[in-house]
């Protein structure tokens, strides 16, 4: 550029410019102006007429001196370029030279401008510094890294690969820069890649996820992190960093699948399973403990053992389980609370382990319940025995079979009416009696037995009595010992009456004719329901007329009730009494009985029914009646019944009133049927109206029913099944909480001034939880012109809503990775740190700049380690590796860490970058499954029973040390091998293998009560095993998982118990005989011997009588208290008290005519709870009062009363009274009364029955003398 310096002022140059400036001529300084003197340090004198060169130093004079002459000559030469400016001082200035040529007074000059350019110059140092610092991260991070421009079409191109990125893909950054996705990897993974990339883009976040690549020969498994860089609001590139994670997630599927593998096996294990601490706070529990105590697994892990263990001392029980040492095992017996309150017995072995250095405790809880109870009832048994034999004088015999020596008890000669002194003692006291035409067969059966052929020997024949008569008797017996050879040494067992029950078989016989001919009706009721020819009206009429004909009544009613109105719908009858459609007052029909008692009514006479005062006898005279209600769709629809003007012969058997039910059901459910399918017509039809108003779901709801119905769809975008049938309040439910009252205030706007809307609501489905967008639209449907329904549609829209979403926008990327990052000089003094690097140690950047990384050791490695690592880096080699530090707040953090120098032109080392990322969630995680692990086999290997896992092939997979134990193993020697080399039995591992194969095939669970396995040492147990199928983890391969808990003693205890149970139940029927046959025969001779007799022989006969009536209570009152204690479920049962009591005072005032029994006041006609044993209670209270009196005249009144839902029946005497020391123990088993001789049986038999019916029973002082017995029994509601 040349122009002229008369141009342009010289006093604007100087006042305009920041630079200095100088003007030379000839190769002499002219001109300086005050900023070139200031730069210099030269005066102005000094500088003008000095050479133009003397302010620059000599390397750079030569470099002046050539563009000069250059520019001269007309040569090109720079306008501008650098050189260094010594002052007077003597120091150097870099400048920028800018030189023009120009006219100065009339002559060719240059004039040059002087611009310092320090800081330019340390800046652009610095940002070279700062690049190849960058540049050594990017390249030496332990990650893949590559960075993506975005173009302004949102096109992703690849701008820069680092090594790691380069090995991974294959790809060199020649070969990728400036190309898409697709261009570079293909349309397949090209188009995966630039869709992650894009999301990226228009989310505007950091996004951070796992993929699976295939970009080699070798798939592997990545964790990508994708950063925005956003410059005003547009991305215009993508930093992204990818971590090759496939060791890592291969670990962490091993340690997952080992976890699952043992946490299934936990918790399929039978026993309940916990894990606590020191202080016993819960650490684990498995899935038995969740459902033995009823709380959930969360709640579990919140409480302390003491919360459950009842009567657990905390303090005692943490100075128990401190002074425990490793690996020792307390087992002790305690009680358990469940959530609900209830409690249960529990065997517990508690074992000490040690988890990551920490003491914890294995609780292993059997439910003892069963065991308990078993206890219980074997305890029970044999007080039940004790008072069997006590009470009920059974015939018992004990044969010595080798002598034929055989102790008969007193009751066994006597059943039969003999003198027991006068029966031998040898086995042809019974063989002489036995009918001639039995003994060859019961001899046969006893043989059998002899022989061990039968369980039992069970014959029935019939004996010889004293008097020749035969009775029928049930003879029971069984070998209790036999010799080394198996004979039979003694045998014992009992002899039954059986006579009574002869004749009932007798009384069966003949009810079989009324059993065929209900059959018959039966067929007949089946023809006419299942002929689909007939109507539902002809079949019901037919069912009519066969309940006639089956019940000989006269006419058949099928009635439809509404309110009190009965209408006859279907009917036989002879003539035209009554026809279809006619209507009565319901309480003019028997049907209102019907009603008031929700249930059949049956009498076949006026009479027997009590209802001659009913307006159906007064009115229409109708003696036999059977009526049932008729229910459709769970409602009372009307009563189907037969009836007829004469009383029948017989009275309604059971039989005949439940195949009216039968019919009345049938009825019942056709009818229902019928409904239905006029209800599902509309619904069609509702259906049908929906989809004309829109394609998508459609809803109605009926103003006059409020009835909701809804479509298919509408179910479906509720999440609910297809039969649920929500409420209209309950579909305002499914809106979000926000929305509840726009919907309520538009529906109730709808359905009272017909307004429509149309609305964009959320939900919340029924099935998920999950909130979704919907459309709804309601419209009036009109009715007479008033409003009658409401219908509209129903349209999910979720979708379209997130597509109309805007992306929130979040912060810009300013970091390369997630990772801490910082950047030393070669002394270790930190240069630089990343925001993640704040984040992961604590540290500020104020705190670490101008440190060293020494201010995050944690004292975890040696020196050696850190030696290591400087003398890698120190010679310009990588460093990576794991290590641990500490965060400003102490914490101690894992990092995996890589440490790369920065090299100079030369390869010298002149700063070190360090990329750190946080692993301690992953090494914690890893440790805490392995942990898991190690802890999970601890508690298998503690669990007493066996556990085991076994594939197809019949390898043992896992075997706890309770199964190698068996087999005289450790664990780690049985698994792996096959269950031929491991179980000792040939004949036990084929069995056990043929359970394997069956469940591994059908899928299904087995549980085998009993099986044998031999152990190592020879010794046979029973096993009670569960096996169940079962899925190995890592491979899938089909396996099964077996529970096995060693019952042999507990087996050997039970087989003792049925033994005692079995000789139970054979004195159980013989109480359940009536062993009063004999003694009833006796009550007779002697009373017709009492008309035979001299008057001085009356007292004898007279006490012949009394001690025979008194054995027949005896043995009534021991027979009734076998029968009660041996029922284990009892269905109470309404009983009517008057009848009930009034029947035991007429019969104690018939056998006991000496005493004055009266009934105070009215007993109420009430019904209580109980059973036909309730008798029994009146009965022995009102004999006791008698027996036990010492009055000449024994005075007894009775009377009842009721308040609430408690009915008191009072029994008082006038004897001697009770002692207040024994009104407690009065009620005891085998407790007599005052001088009784008696068994003490009655008293004990009132209060087990008054006790089973929920009543109590207690004794008071009469007054002015004597006792009062009070029963308290609740009224049947």
Not at 197 to 207: A, G, N, P, V, W
Not at 811 to 828: C, L, M, S, W
Request: glycine share 6%.
């Amino acid at each position: 550029m040349n122009s002229t310096m008369d141009d342009v002022p010289y006093e604007s140059i100087v006042e305009e410019s920041n630079d200095g400036i100088l003007v030379a001529q000839n190769g002499e300084i002219v001109y300086a102006n005050e900023l070139l003197q200031e730069m210099t340090g030269y005066a102005e004198a000094t500088l003008v007429g000095a050479p133009k060169t003397m302010l620059v130093t000599d390397d750079d004079a030569a470099l002046v001196e050539q563009y000069h002459s250059a520019r001269t000559s007309g040569e090109d030469a720079p306008d501008q370029y650098e050189v260094t400016l010594e002052t007077k001082s003597g120091d150097r200035v870099p400048i920028e030279f800018s030189v023009n040529q120009i006219s100065y007074n009339g002559e060719a000059a240059v004039v040059a401008f002087c611009r310092e350019i320090t800081e330019q110059n340390e800046r652009e140092a610095t940002l070279n510094d700062l690049k190849r610092e960058y540049e050594s991260v990017f390249d030496h991070v332990q990650d893949a890294l590559f960075l993506l421009d975005v173009d302004d079409d949102g096109t992703v191109r690849f701008q820069r690969f680092n090594e790691r990125e380069e090995a991974f893909t294959g790809k060199s950054i020649e070969e990728v820069r400036g190309k898409t996705p697709t261009e570079v990897f293909g349309d397949e993974i090209g188009s995966e890649l630039a869709a992650n990339y894009r999301e990226c883009i228009e989310r505007r976040e950091t996004l951070v996820y796992e993929e699976e690549l295939d970009l080699t020969d070798e798939t592997t498994i990545w964790q990508t992190k994708l950063t925005p860089v956003v410059v005003d609001g547009t991305v215009e590139r993508i930093v992204g960093s990818g971590r090759e994670i496939t060791e890592l997630k291969n670990r962490e599927r091993e340690l997952e699948q080992a976890k699952t593998r043992l946490q299934a096996l936990l918790d399929e294990a039978p026993d309940a399973i916990a894990i606590h601490d020191a202080d016993g706070n819960i650490l684990d529990v498995n899935d038995q403990n969740v459902e033995n105590l009823g709380y959930t697994r969360d709640e579990l892990l919140e409480m302390n053992v003491t919360d459950f263990e009842v009567g657990l001392d905390p303090e005692t029980a943490q100075e128990t389980w401190a002074a425990m040492d490793i690996g020792e095992t307390l087992k002790l017996e305690g009680t358990h609370q469940r959530k609900d309150g209830s409690t249960f017995p529990t065997e517990v072995w508690v074992s000490k382990i040690e988890v990551l250095g920490e003491p914890q405790y294995l609780a292993l809880g059997r439910d003892i319940t069963e065991r308990k109870e078993r206890e219980r009832q074997i305890q029970e048994l044999k007080d039940r025995l004790e008072l069997a034999v006590e009470g009920a004088e059974l015939g018992v015999w004990d044969w010595n079979v080798k002598t034929d020596e055989v102790e008969f008890n007193d009751q066994w000669a006597e059943m039969l009416g003999y003198d027991p002194a006068n029966i031998g003692d040898h086995l042809d006291a019974w063989e002489k009696r036995v009918h001639p035409d039995d003994i060859s067969e019961v001899e046969a059966t006893l043989e059998s037995h002899l022989a061990g052929e039968t369980e039992y020997y069970d014959s029935e024949h019939r004996m010889k009595t004293v008097d020749g008569n035969w009775k029928w008797i049930r003879d029971i017996g069984e070998v209790v010992e036999r010799d080394d050879n198996g004979d039979p040494v003694r045998a014992v067992g009992i002899h039954l009456d059986i006579d009574e029950r002869k004749r009932r078989e007798q009384e069966l016989k003949e009810s079989r004719e009324q059993i065929t001919e209900q059959n018959n009706a039966l067929e007949s009721f089946t023809e006419i329901v299942t002929d689909a020819e007939r109507t539902v009206d002809q079949q019901i009429t037919d069912l009519l007329d066969l309940g006639a004909s089956y019940l000989d009544l006269d006419i058949g009613i099928l009635s439809e009730i509404d309110g009190s109105e009965y209408t006859v719908r279907n009917v036989v009858a002879a003539g035209d009494a009554v026809e279809p459609g006619d209507t009565f007052d319901l309480t003019d029909t028997y049907c209102s009985l019907v009603y008031d008692a929700d249930g059949p009514v049956v009498f076949h006479s006026a009479d027997a029914g009590s209802v001659k005062d009913h307006p159906a006898y007064q009115n229409r005279g109708m003696e036999a009646y059977v009526g049932v209600p008729v229910f459709v769709d769970d409602r009372r629809y009307g009563t189907l019944n037969f009836s007829r003007p004469e009383s029948r012969e017989t009275p309604i058997t059971d039989a005949e009133e439940s195949f009216v039910r039968i019919m009345a059901q049938w009825i019942g459910m056709e009818l229902t049927r019928q409904q239905r399918e006029q209800e599902l017509e509309r619904t069609s039809q509702f259906l049908q109206d929906s989809q004309e108003v829109a394609s998508i779901g459609g809803w109605e709801v009926g103003l006059q029913s409020e009835t909701l119905r809804w479509s298919e769809q509408v179910h479906r975008i509720h999440g609910l099944p297809l039969d649920a049938n929500p409420t209209p309040e309950d579909a305002i439910e499914f809106y979000h909480p926000e929305d509840r009252d726009t919907i309520r205030e538009a529906f109730n706007r709808l359905t009272t001034e017909g307004e429509p809307y149309d609305l964009e609501l959320r939900i919340i489905r029924a099935d998920n939880d999950e909130v979704r967008w919907v459309r709804t639209r309601g419209e009036p449907r009109y009715a007479d012109d008033e409003i009658a329904a409401v219908h509209g549609t129903f349209q999910d829209i979720t979708e379209r809503k997130r597509r109309e979403r805007k992306l929130e926008q979040f912060r810009e990327a300013v970091e390369q990775t997630g990772h801490a990052v910082y950047i030393t000089d070669t002394n270790g003094s930190v240069e630089y740190i990343n925001s993640a690097f704040e984040e992961i140690t604590g540290y500020s950047e104020d705190e670490v700049i101008g440190d060293t990384p020494r201010l995050l050791k944690s004292g975890e490695h040696e020196d050696a380690f850190y030696e290591e690592l400087w003398e890698t880096v120190g010679g310009g080699n990588h460093w990576e590796r794991e290590i641990v530090d500490k965060r400003a707040d102490g914490e101690e953090i894992v990092l995996y860490q890589t440490i790369s120098p920065i090299t100079d032109s030369d390869g010298e080392p002149q700063k070190l970058v360090a990329v750190a990322q946080d692993i301690t969630e992953r090494k914690e995680y890893e440790e805490a499954l392995e942990a898991t692990q190690e802890k999970l086999r601890k508690i298998i290997d503690l669990v007493p029973d066996l556990i085991f896992v076994k594939n197809r092939e019949g390898e043992y997979l896992l075997a706890n040390e309770t199964t190698a134990k068996f087999y005289g193993m450790e664990p780690e020697d049985v698994e792996g091998r096959h269950e031929t080399e491991v179980i000792p039995s040939v004949e036990d591992s084929e069995e056990f293998r043929q359970d394997d194969i069956e469940v591994i095939e059908s899928g299904e669970a087995k549980f085998v009560p009993e099986e044998e396995l031999t152990t190592a040492d020879g010794e046979t147990r029973i096993l009670q095993t569960t096996k169940i199928p079962y899925q190995v983890p890592e491979s899938g391969e089909d396996a099964v998982l077996g529970y096995a808990r060693d019952v042999t003693d507990l087996t050997e205890y039970q087989h003792k118990l049925e033994s005692q149970r079995d000789n139970l139940e054979i004195l159980n029927q013989v109480v359940r005989h009536d062993i009063r046959n004999d003694l009833q025969l006796v009550l007779a001779y002697a009373e017709m011997l009492a008309t035979c007799v001299d008057p001085e022989g009356d007292e004898y006969v007279e006490q012949v009588l009394d001690a025979t009536r008194d054995a027949i209570d005896i043995t009534t009152t021991a027979r009734d208290v076998t029968r009660v204690m041996l029922q284990s479920d009892v269905d109470l049962t309404p009983v009517r008290l008057r009848p009930a009591l009034e029947s035991e005072v007429d019969n104690v005032r018939s056998n006991y005519e000496e005493g004055l029994v009266r009934i105070d006041g009215t007993i109420p006609d009430i019904e209580v709870l109980g059973d036909g044993m309730l008798k029994s209670v009146f009965r022995n209270l009102l004999k006791n009062a008698i027996q036990h009196n010492d009055k000449e005249v024994p005075e007894v009144s009775v009377s009842a009363t009721q308040e609430d839902d408690i009915v008191a029946v009072r029994i008082a005497d006038n004897g001697p009274g009770i002692s207040d020391e024994r009104k407690e123990k009065i009620f005891q088993q085998g407790e007599m009364g005052l001088d009784s001789e008696g068994t003490g049986l009655g008293l004990y038999l009132v209060e087990t029955l008054v006790d089973r019916y929920g009543g109590s029973v207690y004794a008071e002082d009469n007054d002015p003398m004597g006792a009062v017995f009070v029963v308290e029994l609740l009224r049947s509601t």
